[in-house]
């Protein structure tokens, strides 16, 4: 199976930055992107970014501008940064590798993180 491991999230202060991480790991062949969506209380999960494994990204309207996807040096590793956040970024932050092979199957399919908490506010 494939696992995705988050972390980076926690309370931070108006125009304050994180830095989420998240990383796969299983009997993984490849992944053809990684990214980030997020769910606020009473509203649907929406795209923050996402990046392909030829290094192509993509942001939903809540990442634009502020907020900047990249992957990490080891393998199947994507961060998110994000500046100058608002209390309107408050929300679960979800991981989501999209049409994962794996190695044994070599059948694809998409899989999510846990979710890990970003709370701004003063």
């Known amino acids: 199976q494939v696992q995705l491991v988050e972390s980076g999230g926690g309370l931070v202060q108006p125009g304050g930055s994180l830095r989420l991480s998240c990383k796969a790991s299983g009997h993984i062949f490849s992944i053809y992107s990684m990214g980030w969506y997020r769910q606020a209380p009473g509203k649907q999960r929406e795209l923050v970014a996402t990046?392909?494994?030829?290094?192509?990204?993509d942001y939903g309207d809540s990442g634009k501008g502020r907020f900047t996807i990249s992957r990490g040096s080891a393998e199947n590793t994507v961060y998110l940064q994000m500046n100058n956040l608002q209390p309107g970024d408050t929300a679960v932050y979800y991981c989501?590798?999209?049409?994962?092979?794996?190695?044994?199957?070599?059948?694809?399919?998409?899989?999510w993180g846990q979710g890990t908490q970003v709370t701004v506010s003063s």
């Open positions: 989501n590798a999209h049409n994962v092979i794996i190695q044994t199957t070599m059948v694809g399919r998409d899989y």
């Open positions: 990046i392909r494994n030829t290094g192509a990204t």
